[in-house]
C-alpha cells in the first residue's frame, strides 16, 4: 500500500498537461500507479481522484471496468494465456490446463511465493501464434507443455528480466516533449 | 378565479408527432417517453427519472420510430419528438422488445419478492406480472453475491437484486453533486460501489432509496418494517426545516414508518434530505411528553389537563391582576402550525393583550425584515441572473435549496456569490468572499459597489471579482434578476450585522428579492401569524392594525412589546412573571445561555407548551404536552410564503392536544372565548383577518393548492397545480401519484388574480420600517485585538438539537465536538490537531478539544451550534446576545 | 487470384529493422506528409476520396466521405483507432509494432486535412512492445519536427499524444474509445445524438480512423488516389490486410489486393494459407471477425469483397478470417465466442448485458452434454430479442453494435450444423470429443 511517489508525482503531472481535460489522463495515471507497486492501492486511488479532479469512488468505479487494471495485488508475473477462437482451435485449453498444473493454482489465484498469477486472455491479437501468452503483455507463443514450462524456467532464473519486467511496467518509454504546437488545452475547456 | 391551461396559454410552438395512430401537438425538445405520457400512452420504463439526464441503459422503453430510413426500435426516454415523427408503442415488434427486456431483465433477479422490502410496490413485479411470460425459460445459474452489505450508514444494497439502471449513482453526482457511489466493474458484474475508504454517508442518501426501481437499495430505518399493503398514507409537508419539502407519509399500525418525497416544481421536485426523510422517529421517541407535567414544588408531576389548564389560567390572572399584560410574554412558536400559531398570538395580543411573543429565540432575524423585504419564491432563485449568499452554509441548514441552487448553478443558469466567514458546500460553485465574523455588511456594501466604505482587512481582489460577476450578469434595473439569501448562518455573528447587510443590498438593489434562511419548519408562518412584537396576523404592523382584525378581536396592544432577547432580560430583572415557551427550548436554544438561566431563575411561572421533555420543560412550573409532525392537520408557510397542508396521519401519543386548542383551553381559563371549534375555523379566520393571507381558505387549502401550496400573497405567484412529473418508479408506493394517472400530466396553473406580478408595491407599515432600517449607517464590528480569535458559531444538519436527537437514525451521525483552528494557529499555541485548550470568552472559559482545518482564515475559530460536548458545554454558553461579534482567548493547558 | 499487386501498408516488413526512424527515412518515410503540407487540405482530401478507401477497422466506412462529414467547429480532434481487439485480428498489432512511423505520418496527413487541433493514437494496453515502439517513434517525429509546431517550416502545427487502453474491447468502438479516452468507463454513447463527427471528443467533432487506415494514407498522398482505387474492384480499392487463423498450416497475415482475391485464394493458395492441416477438410470459415456470421465451405469462392460478402449475410469486418476444420465442435466455438462477448459487453444494456450471459451458459450447457431439444429454439429467441428478427445487417434493441453481434455465431452455425447440436442434445456429450 502506497502514495504516489514525488517523482511519479511529477510523471503524473506531465501526463495530465497532455490532455485538455485533467481526467483523460485517469487510465494513464493507473498504469502509473500500478508500475510504481504492481497494483492499484487505495492511496494510489486517493492521489489520482485529487489528481483529475474526481471522487474515489470514481476511480474505483472506472479502473475495475478496464481487465488491466487490478484493485487486488497480484503476482511478478502475470501469465494470461488466450482461450479464444484461434487459440481454442490450436489447443489453448489443454496449454491452459498445464499451466495451471504446472503453476499449482487456477485462473485468478496468485502462487504463494507471489511470483505468478495465471489468468485467462481474450484474443490478444496474436493468433498466428496460436496459442499465444503473455507474461505482463509481452508476447510468448506458440506455446505448449515443454515450451512453458521453459517460459517459466527462464521467469523464475530471471533471464527474461529485461525482456519481461515486474507487472505493471507497461510502457518503459517516456515521452521527451511536452504539448508544442498551438492547439492548447484551453481549446477544449 | 381564472384558469390558464399552461399547455395552450403559453403560445409555446408545437410539434405534431403521431403516437399509436393519434396525432399529438408534443412540446419541442420534450422526449417521446414524455409526450407519449401526456397524450395517455404509458411507456414502460426503468432507468428513466424526469428529474435527472436519460442513460438509455435499461432498453425497457423501447418503442417503433419513423425516421428517413424507415422505423427502428429507439429508446423513447432518449430521443426528442420531431416534427411528423410517428412512434409505435404497442406494435408485435415494440411488444417483443419490451418482454424481451423484461424477461432478460429476471433472468439474474432473485426471486425473493416475498422477503423483498419492494414487494407489492416494485415496478419490476408489477410489469413480470403484466406482460412477462407466465413461467420462466431460464433454468442456468442466477448471478449471486453475499446479500446486503451497508454502502452507507443509513443505507443497504443487495446487489443480486439491482438492475443496473443507474439512477442511485446519477442521483449521486448529478444531483447532490457527491459522487460517493458509482458502478464498478463491467457487463453482468457491475455493481454500485463506494470507495472502499469513504462510504456513502450523504444528506440525501435516502433519495437513492425512493429512486430505486427494485428492492436493492433499502434504508435501515425501514427495512422490514412493513409490507407496502399495510401502509395508509396523506401527503404533507416536512417539518424538518423552512423549505417546506412536500411528502408523503406512510403510517402502519398507528405508527409514521416512511416518508417519500413528492415532485412538486416550486419546491422540492421529488427530492427529500435525510434529516426530513428520518426526522419523524422523533415524533415515537422515548422523550415525548404524554401527560401535563406541574411542579410540586420541588419536582415535576404528572397531572391532568384540568389541574394544569387551572394552575396555568391562575398564573396569568394573577400576574394580569398583580402586574398588567407587559408583566407576561411568549417565546418559540417556530414548529406550531399556522393555525396554532394564530389562537396563541390570538390569545397573546387579544385576550391577555401583551405584545411580548417571539417565535424566533434570538437566533433570527427581526420580523419586520423578514416580512418587509421583497420575498423571492424558491424558483425565483433558481431562475435569477445572480443569487447572493450571505453567510449560509445551506447544505447544513435548508438542504434542498442548497439542491435547487445548486443544480441550477450547474447547468449555468445561475451565478453565484457566496460571502462567508468559513468555506461553505456552495463555495466550489461560486465567487466567494471571505471576511472576519463581523464585517458581513461591509462586505455586502462593498459588493454592491457601495462608495465611501473602509475596505480594510478584506480581501480586495475577491470583492472585485464580486462585483464582476454582479456588473457583467446582465442584472435589470435596480437589481432586478438578483436574488439575496440571508439569515443567520453565523450566530458568533449578531442579527444586527445580518440585518445591516441585507438592507444595505435592498437601498442599493431596490428590485433584488430576498429568501430569509431562517431554518425552523414554521418560522415564516408563525411570523406570519404575527408571533412577534410589532406585528399583527398577515404582515401588519400593530400600528396598521388592520380593521378588520380589531373588528374580529376587539382589541389589541398598543404599545410595542419586546423580543425573546428582551423578554428574558426584563424576565433576568423580574419584570416578567408569566412565560409562555411554545415547542422552544428555550434554556438549550437561545444563543445566549447564561441570559436564559439568569432569566429562569427569576421567573416565578414557566408554561411549557412542549412535544418533547428538554432542558426547559424540566425548569417549567406547568408543561403542557401538544400535538407533534403527522399527529395534526393545519397548514405551514415555508421560506417563500408558500403555504402548504401538513397532515395528521396518527394520533399523538397520550393525551396531548393540538396546540391552538392549548391556547384556547387557556383562554377560557381567563374567562374568555378565542372562538375555535377546530382547526379549519382557526384556517377560515386567518384567510379572513390576515391581509396577506386573503382567499388562502379551506377551499383553496384542501383543493388547487393541495398538492402544490400557494404562495401568499395569493396572486403574488400563480398556484402551479401542474400535477407533478410522474414518475412511478421514482415515488413508489405513493398511491396519490398513481392514482392520478399518466392522462393527468398536463400543465395547469391557477391564478386568483389575472396572472402577472401582482405583489403589493405600496410601501406598507413593513417596508416603511425596512427603509428606515437602511437609512443607518452600514454595521461594521471592530477588529479583533492581536490576543483574540473571533467566534464563528455555525449549524449543522445532524445537531444535538431535540429533533435530530430523538430520532434513533439520526442522532449517531451529529458532527464530532471541537473547535476548528488554522493549523499555523494550533502551531502557534503549541497545540496539536485533537488535543484540548482553555477557549475564554468574556462569558466563560472551558476546556475544548481542537481539530486542525487549513481551511479557515486564522483569525476565526469555529464551533457548532447546538453541538454540546458531554458535559454539555456548547458554544452558546460562550455568546453574549448584546454583542455584535464573540471573541475568544485561546490558552495551552 | 492472387494479384502481383505492391504491398502498401506492410511494404517495410522485409526489414528487420522496419520500425525504426532510420529505415523509415531510408524508405520513403514523410515523404507523404512533406507533399500534403505543400499541397491545400481540400487536395488531400480529395486524393483520399478518389483513392475510395473504405476504413478498415470493421465497419468500412469510406474514409474520405467521414472526413466531409465533420462538423465545422473552432476545435475537433483525430482519434486513431488502435485498440484491436476484434478475435482473431491481429493486423493492426504488426504495424503498431513494425512500422509506428508510417501510422504517425498517416494521422499527421489526417489531421492536416481535416485540420484537427490535436491528434490521440489510442493503443491497445496490451501491446506493451507496440506502445513503447510508438512513443519512441513519436519522440523521434517531435525531433526531426515531423509533429509539433511549424512541421517541416510550414505553417502547419499540431501535437500528438500515444494514449494507452487498459484492457477493453468495448473500447473498440468509437464512442467507448472516446469515453474511455476522457477517462471514463468504456461506455458507448447512443447514436444520435454521439456521432463523433458531430458530437466526439470533449463534445468536440471528431474523426476516428483505423490503425490501418491511416497507414495507407502516405502511400496515396505520393501515388494518388487514383492509383489506389485502380486496385481492387468498385467500392472495395486498394489492398488490404488480412489476418488469417484457426485451422491453417500458414496462419498470417497477407496484403492482399481486395475482391480479386478469393477467400479459398486466402485459406488454399501454397504461398498463403496452404490449406487445412492433416489433410482435413474445411468446415466452416468466419470471413470478418468473430462479430461476423460464419461462411460454409460454398462461400469460399466469394472475393475478398465488402459488398460480396455483405450480400451474402456477413460481413468482410475486420479482415480477419478464422478457419475451422472437420474436427472442430462449432457447439464450442460458438460457445467460446458468445463467452466473449459477454465477458465484454459494457453492462449498459440489459439485452446484451443479460442475454450474452444467458446464451453462453445454454451453450456450455449443450456442449456438456445436458442440452435439451428446446435449447436451439430458445437460443434463437433470445438472439432474436437482442437483433430483432435475426436479419442482416442486423437491427439492435442496444445502444452499440456490440450486442448484436452476439447472434452472429449462434444463429448462423445453427443454421448449417442443428445437426451437430442435435447430436450433443441427444448423445448427451461432445461427439466431437471436445467436451472437457
Ligand atoms: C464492439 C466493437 C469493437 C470495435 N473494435 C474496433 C477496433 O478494435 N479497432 C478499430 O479500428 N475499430 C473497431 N470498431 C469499429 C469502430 O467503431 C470504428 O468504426 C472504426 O474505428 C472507424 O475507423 P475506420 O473508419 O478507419 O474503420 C469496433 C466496433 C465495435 C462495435
Ligand atoms: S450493446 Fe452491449 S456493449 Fe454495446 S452498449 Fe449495450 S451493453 Fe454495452
Ligand atoms: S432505456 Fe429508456 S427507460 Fe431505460
Known amino acids: ?189 | 378565479m381564472t384558469e390558464i391551461d399552461v399547455s395552450d396559454s403559453e403560445s409555446l410552438p408545437t410539434v405534431s408527432v403521431t403516437i399509436d395512430g393519434s396525432v399529438f401537438k408534443a412540446r419541442p425538445g420534450e422526449l417521446i417517453i414524455e409526450a407519449a405520457e401526456r397524450a395517455g400512452v404509458f411507456i414502460p420504463r426503468f432507468c428513466y427519472h424526469p428529474r435527472m439526464d436519460s442513460v438509455g441503459f435499461c432498453r425497457m422503453c423501447l418503442v417503433e420510430v419513423s425516421s428517413p430510413r424507415g422505423f427502428s426500435l429507439q429508446p423513447s426516454c432518449f430521443l426528442h419528438v420531431a416534427e411528423g415523427q410517428e412512434v409505435i408503442t404497442n406494435s408485435p415488434k415494440a411488444r417483443k422488445a419490451q418482454e424481451g427486456v423484461l424477461e432478460l431483465l429476471l433472468v439474474n433477479h432473485p426471486l425473493d419478492c416475498p422477503v423483498c422490502d419492494k414487494g407489492g410496490e416494485c415496478p419490476l413485479q408489477d410489469q413480470a406480472m403484466a406482460h412477462g411470460p407466465g413461467e420462466t425459460r431460464f433454468i442456468e445459474q442466477k448471478r449471486h453475491w453475499p446479500k446486503p452489505i451497508d454502502i452507507g450508514p443509513l443505507v443497504a444494497l443487495d446487489r443480486e437484486r439491482c438492475i443496473q439502471c443507474a439512477r442511485c449513482t446519477r442521483f449521486a453526482s448529478e444531483v447532490a453533486g457527491e459522487a460517493l457511489i458509482d458502478f464498478a466493474f463491467r457487463g453482468s458484474d457491475i455493481e454500485v460501489a463506494p470507495f472502499a475508504l469513504e462510504p456513502f454517508s450523504s444528506y440525501f442518501a435516502g433519495n437513492t432509496v425512493q429512486i430505486c426501481p427494485v428492492g436493492a437499495l433499502t434504508a435501515h430505518p425501514y427495512r422490514f418494517k412493513s409490507r407496502p399493503w399495510d401502509l395508509e398514507q396523506a401527503e404533507s409537508t416536512c417539518e424538518g426545516c423552512a423549505v417546506g419539502c412536500r411528502t408523503v407519509a406512510q403510517s402502519s399500525a398507528g405508527a409514521l414508518v416512511r416518508y417519500l418525497g413528492v415532485d412538486v416544481d416550486g419546491v422540492n421536485r421529488s427530492w427529500l434530505c435525510d434529516k426530513g426523510r428520518y426526522g419523524f422517529e422523533a415524533v415515537h421517541a422515548s422523550n415525548r411528553l404524554v401527560t401535563p407535567l406541574l411542579n410540586s414544588g420541588e419536582k415535576l408531576e404528572e397531572s391532568t389537563w384540568h389541574e394544569a389548564l387551572f394552575a396555568a389560567g391562575e398564573a396569568v390572572r394573577e400576574a394580569l391582576k398583580e402586574h398588567g399584560p407587559s408583566s407576561i410574554a411568549f417565546i418559540g412558536g417556530a414548529r406550531l402550525t399556522n393555525e396554532d400559531a394564530f389562537a396563541f398570538v390570538k390569545l397573546a395580543k387579544s385576550v391577555i393583550g401583551t405584545d411580548s411573543t417571539d417565535a424566533q429565540l434570538g437566533d433570527g432575524l427581526p420580523a419586520e425584515l423578514v416580512l418587509g423585504l421583497p420575498r423571492a419564491t424558491i424558483n425565483e432563485a433558481t431562475n435569477a441572473r445572480v443569487v447572493i449568499v450571505l453567510n449560509q452554509d445551506l447544505r447544513e441548514e435548508l438542504p434542498v435549496l442548497f439542491l435547487r441552487l445548486r443544480g441550477s448553478v450547474v447547468d449555468g443558469s445561475t451565478d453565484l456569490i457566496d460571502c462567508s466567514s468559513v468555506p461553505t458546500s456552495l463555495s466550489k460553485y461560486a465567487t466567494t468572499v471571505r471576511y472576519v465574523p463581523g464585517d458581513l455588511a461591509r462586505v455586502a456594501a462593498l459588493i454592491a459597489g457601495e462608495s465611501n466604505i473602509d475596505a480594510f482587512g478584506l480581501d480586495q481582489g475577491q470583492i472585485e471579482s464580486a462585483k464582476t460577476v454582479l456588473s457583467s450578469a446582465g442584472l435589470g434595473a435596480d437589481g432586478e434578476g438578483l436574488v439575496i439569501v440571508c439569515g443567520r448562518g453565523d450566530l458568533g455573528e449578531s442579527a444586527s450585522v445580518a440585518v445591516s447587510a441585507a438592507v444595505t443590498l435592498h437601498r442599493l438593489f431596490p428590485k433584488a428579492r430576498f429568501l430569509s434562511a431562517l431554518r425552523r419548519s414554521n418560522v415564516h408562518g408563525a411570523l406570519d401569524m404575527g408571533l412577534a412584537p410589532g406585528v399583527l396576523p398577515g404582515r401588519v404592523t400593530l400600528e396598521e392594525g388592520g380593521e378588520a382584525l380589531v373588528r374580529t378581536w376587539g382589541s389589541v396592544p398598543n404599545e410595542r412589546g419586546s423580543d425573546a432577547i428582551g423578554t428574558l432580560e426584563s424576565g433576568a430583572q423580574g419584570k416578567i412573571k408569566v412565560l409562555f415557551t411554545l415547542g422552544a427550548d428555550v434554556l438549550a436554544d437561545v444563543p445566549d445561555r447564561d441570559l436564559a438561566a439568569r432569566a429562569f431563575a427569576k421567573i416565578p411561572t414557566v408554561i411549557s407548551i412542549a412535544t418533547h421533555h428538554d432542558r426547559t420543560t424540566a425548569a417549567a412550573s406547568v408543561v403542557l404536552p401538544v400535538a407533534g409532525e403527522g399527529e395534526r392537520n393545519g397548514t405551514v408557510t415555508n421560506i417563500e410564503g408558500r403555504v402548504a397542508p401538513t397532515t395528521q396521519k396518527i394520533v399523538p401519543p397520550g393525551v396531548a392536544w393540538p396546540a391552538w386548542m392549548v391556547a384556547s383551553e387557556i383562554a377560557r381559563m381567563i374567562g374568555s372565548d378565542l372562538g375555535f371549534e377546530d382547526h379549519s375555523a382557526i384556517t377560515q379566520e386567518i384567510a379572513a383577518v390576515a391581509p396577506a393571507y386573503h382567499g388562502v381558505n379551506l377551499s383553496l387549502a384542501n383543493g388547487d393548492a393541495r398538492r402544490a401550496g400557494v404562495v401568499v400573497p395569493v396572486g403574488a405567484v400563480a398556484i402551479d397545480i401542474r400535477s407533478p412529473l410522474l414518475d412511478p418508479i421514482a415515488t413508489p408506493g405513493i398511491s396519490s401519484v398513481e392514482e392520478q394517472g399518466a392522462p393527468m400530466r398536463l400543465g395547469k396553473t391557477v391564478a386568483a388574480v389575472p396572472s402577472g406580478d401582482a405583489r403589493p408595491t405600496t410601501p406598507g407599515g413593513l417596508q416603511v420600517l425596512v427603509r428606515a432600517l437602511g437609512a443607518a449607517p452600514v454595521v461594521t464590528a471592530p477588529k479583533p485585538d492581536s490576543y483574540s480569535y473571533r467566534l464563528s458559531v455555525r449549524r449543522t444538519l445532524y445537531d444535538r438539537g431535540t429533533l435530530v436527537q430523538s430520532s434513533s437514525s439520526l442522532a449517531p451521525h451529529h458532527a464530532p465536538f471541537g473547535l476548528r483552528v488554522h493549523p499555523l494557529e494550533l502551531a502557534r499555541l503549541g497545540v496539536s490537531d485533537g488535543e484540548e485548550l482553555m477557549i475564554r470568552s468574556p462569558r466563560l472559559a472551558h476546556r475544548v478539544n481542537v481539530i486542525s482545518d487549513a481551511s479557515l482564515g486564522r483569525q476565526v475559530v469555529v464551533l457548532g451550534a447546538r453541538n454540546e460536548d458531554s458535559g454539555a458545554f456548547g458554544a452558546f454558553d460562550l455568546i453574549d446576545a448584546r454583542e455584535l461579534v464573540v471573541d475568544v482567548r485561546l490558552e495551552s493547558i | 487470384m492472387i494479384t502481383n499487386a505492391a504491398p502498401i501498408v506492410t511494404r517495410r516488413m522485409g526489414y528487420e529493422d522496419s520500425y525504426t526512424l532510420s529505415r523509415y527515412l531510408e524508405t520513403g518515410g514523410y515523404d507523404g506528409l512533406k507533399r500534403a503540407l505543400t499541397m491545400s487540405r481540400e487536395e488531400v482530401a480529395d486524393q483520399v476520396n478518389r483513392a475510395s478507401l473504405l476504413g478498415r477497422g470493421g465497419a468500412g466506412f469510406p474514409a474520405g466521405r467521414k472526413w466531409s462529414m465533420l462538423r465545422a467547429a473552432p476545435t475537433s480532434y483525430l482519434v486513431v483507432n488502435g485498440d484491436e481487439s476484434e478475435p482473431a485480428t491481429f493486423k493492426d498489432h504488426l504495424l503498431i509494432e513494425r512500422d509506428p512511423h508510417q501510422i504517425i505520418e498517416g494521422a499527421l496527413i489526417c489531421a492536416y486535412a481535416i485540420g484537427a487541433a490535436q491528434i490521440f493514437i489510442f493503443c491497445r494496453g496490451e501491446f506493451a512492445l507496440g506502445l513503447e515502439r510508438l512513443q519512441q517513434a513519436c519522440n523521434e517525429a517531435y525531433r526531426i519536427g515531423a509533429i509539433g509546431r511549424e512541421i517541416f517550416g510550414s505553417s502547419f502545427s499540431i501535437d500528438l499524444v500515444i494514449h494507452p487502453g487498459a484492457g477493453a474491447y468495448i473500447c473498440g468502438e468509437e464512442t467507448a474509445l472516446l469515453e474511455s479516452l476522457e477517462g471514463k468507463r468504456g461506455f458507448p454513447r447512443i447514436k444520435p445524438p454521439f456521432f463523433p463527427a458531430v458530437q466526439g471528443l470533449y463534445g468536440a467533432p471528431t474523426v476516428v480512423n483505423n490503425i490501418e487506415t491511416m497507414s495507407n494514407l502516405p502511400w496515396i498522398v505520393l501515388n494518388g488516389g487514383d492509383a489506389f482505387s485502380s486496385l481492387g474492384e468498385g467500392s472495395s480499392a486498394g489492398t488490404r490486410l488480412f489476418a488469417l487463423s484457426g485451422r491453417v498450416n500458414r496462419p498470417g497475415w497477407f496484403e492482399l489486393e481486395m475482391s480479386k482475391t478469393t477467400f479459398r485464394d486466402l485459406i488454399f493458395d501454397p504461398a498463403l494459407g496452404a490449406g487445412v492441416p492433416d489433410g482435413r477438410s474445411l468446415k466452416a470459415f468466419i470471413p470478418g471477425g468473430v462479430s461476423a456470421p460464419w461462411f460454409g465451405p460454398n462461400e469460399l469462392d466469394l472475393g475478398l469483397d465488402q459488398d460480396a460478402v455483405g450480400k451474402a449475410g456477413s460481413m468482410l469486418g475486420s479482415g480477419s478470417v478464422v478457419v475451422m476444420d472437420e474436427s472442430t465442435c462449432v457447439v464450442r466455438a460458438a460457445w467460446r465466442i458468445t463467452r466473449f462477448f459477454h465477458r465484454e459487453s459494457c453492462g449498459q444494456c440489459t439485452p446484451c448485458r443479460e442475454g450474452g450471459g444467458w446464451l453462453e451458459q445454454i451453450l456450455r450447457r449443450i456442449e456438456e452434454g445436458e442440452g435439451r431439444e428446446a435449447d436451439l429454439d430458445l437460443l434463437m429467441d433470445v438472439c432474436d430479442n437482442i437483433a430483432p428478427g435475426l436479419t442482416w445487417p442486423p437491427q439492435q434493441t442496444t445502444i452499440c453494435v456490440l450486442g448484436p453481434s452476439i447472434p452472429s455465431s449462434i444463429a448462423s452455425s445453427i443454421r448449417m450444423f442443428r445437426d451437430e447440436y442435435l447430436a450433443h442434445v441427444r448423445e448427451r456429450h461432445c461427439p466431437m470429443g471436445g467436451h472437457r
Open chain 1, 1 to 189: 500500500m502506497a502514495h504516489l511517489s514525488l517523482e511519479n508525482r511529477e510523471r503524473a503531472t506531465r501526463l495530465i498537461s497532455l490532455y485538455p481535460k485533467d481526467r483523460s489522463a485517469l487510465i494513464p495515471l493507473c498504469h502509473l500507479a500500478q508500475s510504481q507497486d504492481g497494483y492499484l492501492t487505495q492511496e494510489a486511488i486517493q492521489d489520482i481522484a485529487d489528481l483529475v479532479g474526481v471522487t474515489p469512488a470514481e476511480v474505483y468505479g472506472t479502473a475495475t471496468f478496464y481487465d488491466m487494471l487490478h484493485t487486488e495485488p497480484v503476482g511478478r508475473y502475470v501469465v494470461a494465456i488466450c482461450t479464444n477462437i484461434a487459440c481454442l482451435l490450436n489447443g489453448a485449453f489443454e496449454l491452459l490446463e498445464h499451466a495451471q498444473k504446472r503453476l499449482g493454482v487456477y485462473v485468478g489465484q496468485t502462487t504463494n511465493d507471489g511470483m505468478f498469477t495465471i489468468e485467462e486472455a481474450e484474443c490478444l491479437a496474436a493468433c498466428d501464434t496460436a496459442p499465444c501468452v503473455q507474461v505482463n503483455h509481452r508476447f510468448f507463443g506458440p506455446l505448449a507443455g515443454e515450451s512453458f514450462d521453459a517460459l517459466v524456467d527462464n521467469l523464475e532464473s530471471g533471464r527474461l528480466d529485461d525482456v519481461v519486467p515486474p507487472h505493471g511496467v507497461l510502457n518503459r518509454v517516456e515521452r521527451s516533449v511536452g504539448l508544442t504546437s498551438s492547439a492548447k488545452r484551453e481549446a477544449a475547456q
